[in-house]
């Protein structure tokens, strides 16, 4: 690293005890994560012991009560956790954010007894979660989901298809929204479904362009019967929960493209501080330099953008908005910064052995989940100027 090249982030934290948990996950990132990253990600290998080692760590349960086994940290420095942990490795990143939403039916609408049975070791007992909302039929359409769960007494059947579900098949519990009454919105219920299920199958996982480590399947469920006491919240509030937790979801993958993008920009810097040309390094030819302050301008606006939307979180403050607007301008920096930082490596950017053109295809995945950012502007756009008439 010369003078000139990358430094770590400079992060306003609200306490020195979020510092310290900062620096924790930093070294942690650079030990545990980072050496391996680019291997497991091109063998399409899945870190499960390295969740086991997170959780172990307080790191899979940091913005839940700490009454139930939770971190008890702000939404504020939760994300620039997964950021820094998208940052060395987005399977990692985005694996904390997919299990911190899957925790969140439980956490916030969950009994007391729901709680105090089942969130200890979802939050801190080795456990993984995943999160099951779309469907091959209704994506961006949420509410025409038709996985449905019928009732017999104190016993719910569930039967249908989940898809694009990350965690799909390697999880150990999952948030399930299914239909149990009529069309549309109202008629959704959460439940939490073991991951061992009998009737529970996964499809093989779908291939990627970019994060490969990760698995994302389909899941079938065959019959798979649940007791009601694993129903979250009230039957037929299944969609407002869903609608909760994206809000917050929406928050993490901001992280993890800032994160990544963070990555990108780490790594152009140092290449073009060391790469020479014309006797002197890259980095003081005016086009690049341009192109750097640029991509540098992005990445912070962005972390400040998913900053401000969790403290409003924290608050207590609406944030569905704010959360909306992260996510698309950090998503859209991402994609634009890793792309940039290909270019700014020339024809090492195209080659497997910098790690610069798996940011670009990890970063494109970003602009895709958890809503596209197509539904965050029609988000965006309503809060702005009302629903669309029909």
């Known amino acids: 690293m010369t003078e000139y090249g990358p430094r770590p982030v400079d992060r306003r934290l609200p306490t020195e005890e979020a510092r310290d948990l900062l620096t924790l996950v930093r070294e942690l990132a650079e030990r545990e994560v980072r050496p391996t990253a680019a291997e497991e990600e091109d063998a399409g ?13 307080g790191l899979l349960s940091l913005p839940y009560d700490e009454e139930f086994g939770g971190g008890g940290q702000p939404y ?8 820094e942990l998208a940052a060395a490795r987005l399977t990692v990143g985005l694996g904390v954010s997919v299990h911190t939403l899957a925790c969140h039916a439980l956490a916030g609408f969950g ?7 089942h969130l200890p070791d979802m939050l801190g007992g080795g456990l993984l979660g995943a999160y099951c909302l779309s469907e091959p039929s209704s994506g961006s359409d949420a509410a025409s989901l038709t996985t449905r769960a019928t009732r017999e007494g104190d016993i719910w059947t569930l039967n249908g298809t989940k898809a694009w579900t990350t965690h799909g098949g390697v999880a150990d519990f999952y948030t ?3 239909r149990t009454g009529g069309d549309g919105a109202r008629g959704i219920t959460a439940f939490l479904v073991p991951g061992d299920a009998e009737g529970l199958s996964a499809a093989a996982p779908e291939r990627k362009m970019g994060m490969k480590g990760s698995p994302t399947a389909q899941l079938h469920f065959d019959g798979v019967r649940i007791p009601d006491s694993r129903r979250l919240g009230e039957e037929g509030q299944g969609f407002a929960i869903a609608l909760s937790a994206l809000d917050s979801g929406r928050l993490g993958i901001a992280a993890c493209a800032i994160g990544v993008a963070q990555a990108a920009l780490d790594e152009a810097l140092a290449y073009t501080a060391e790469r020479q040309q014309f006797g002197r390094p890259i980095a003081d030819f005016q086009g690049l330099r341009f192109m750097l302050a640029d991509m540098a301008t992005q990445v912070e606006a962005g972390r400040a953008l998913y900053l401000t939307a969790a403290r409003l979180r924290d608050a207590g403050l609406p944030f569905s908005k704010e959360a909306a607007m992260a996510k698309l301008f950090c998503t859209d920096t991402a994609m634009r910064v890793t792309t940039d930082a290909v270019q700014l490596l020339g024809g090492y950017g195209y080659t ?12 494109k995945v970003l602009q ?14 309503r809060h702005l100027a009302g629903p669309e008439t029909r």
């Open 45 to 57: 290998r899945f870190p499960r012991e390295l969740f086991r080692l997170l959780s172990e760590s």
């Open 76 to 83: 504020e420095v939760y994300l620039q956790v997964v950021e």
């Open 111 to 117: 009994t007391k007894e729901q709680r105090a049975e």
């Open 176 to 178: 399930v929204l299914a």
């Open 352 to 363: 497997l052995d910098f790690p610069a053109e798996r940011y670009m295809r990890e970063a």
């Open 368 to 381: 895709i989940v958890e809503g596209t950012n197509q539904i965050q502007r029609m988000v965006i756009a």
